[in-house]
């Protein structure tokens, strides 16, 4: 690491650690109020305005966290990574939970003309139960976690179909994350795994995040020398894959 990039690594450390007590007080007291809206006979104005409060906070806190994870990943070294046996299967399984619970408050606006069609979002997991993988089971969970956030959030469609796939082929291990989502530009697919990028027009400030989601994944694997390919086109849907070395 250059010693511009150790002193943009401490900022980003530091303006992350400056941010998040203010943020949590602010949610915290919000998420009180907000409680007492009935026994207090708040106002509707005042009860709406508390809400968004308390959902801007979280959202700015969830950025924090993504900037944080982000941070430990770029800085973090390969000879020194703590890797662990990880069963694939529970862990996709956990992911997919969260990525479900945490749906909604980032998903671009759904086709509303799709009608007749079942809305939600269902993840399919083919993995067998035995498979394992030696690495570092936070930075794999958000490996996962991120690619499935992004195949919810970069889909307008009422039912959103996810297939995971985790496979031993040969000397690798791959797992795979299948959307059929509004899909990537083959011009934007090199440009995807940079920091900060986000493809911009469908980007109308209604899609929340950094950009960051990828690079991350993409350093992850590279601390694991592995490496992340995505097959995809526009309105085609997406398949990214990681793929780790055993
Ligand atoms: N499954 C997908 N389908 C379509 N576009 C995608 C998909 N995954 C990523 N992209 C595009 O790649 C860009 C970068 O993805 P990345 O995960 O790095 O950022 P983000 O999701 O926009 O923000 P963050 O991950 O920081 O919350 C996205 O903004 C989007 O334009
Ligand atoms: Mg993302």
Redesign the pocket.
């Known amino acids: 690491m250059t010693n511009n990039e150790a002193l943009s690594a401490k900022a980003l450390t530091l303006i992350s650690h400056k941010l998040r007590t203010p943020l949590s007080i602010i949610n915290g007291y919000s998420e009180a109020v907000l409680s007492q809206a009935e026994k207090e006979n708040f106002s509707p104005f005042t009860t709406k305005a508390l809400g968004e409060i308390n959902k801007q906070g979280t959202r700015m806190s969830?950025?924090v966290d993504?900037l944080m994870a982000?941070n430990q990943a770029m800085t973090a070294d390969a000879s020194s990574l703590e890797k662990q046996t990880v069963t694939l299967k529970p862990l996709i399984k956990e992911c997919a939970t969260k990525a479900i619970s945490l749906e909604g408050d980032?998903a671009l606006p759904t086709q509303s003309k799709e009608k007749g069609v079942k809305r939600g979002t269902f993840i399919e997991i083919d993995c067998s139960t035995q498979l394992t993988l030696q690495a570092n089971e936070p930075m794999l969970r958000s490996c996962v976690c991120?690619?499935l956030?992004?195949?919810i959030?970069?889909?307008t469609k009422l039912e959103k179909i996810i297939k995971v796939q985790g496979v031993h082929h040969g000397d690798s291990i791959s797992i795979s994350?299948r959307?059929y989502?509004?899909?990537?530009r083959p011009q934007?697919v090199a440009?995807?795994?940079e920091?900060?990028?986000?493809?911009?027009d469908?980007?109308t400030g209604q899609?929340?995040?950094?950009?960051?989601?990828?690079?991350?994944?993409q350093r992850i694997l590279d601390l694991h020398h592995g490496s992340i390919s995505?097959v995809?086109d526009r309105g085609l849907?997406?398949i990214?894959t990681l793929s780790f070395p055993v």
């Open positions: 969830a950025l993504k982000f980032e991120e690619l956030a992004n195949a959030k970069f889909n994350v959307d989502g509004i899909g990537i934007d440009k995807i795994f920091p900060f990028y986000q493809v911009d469908y980007f899609v929340t995040g950094w950009g960051l989601g990828l690079a991350m994944v995505v995809s849907g997406s990214f």
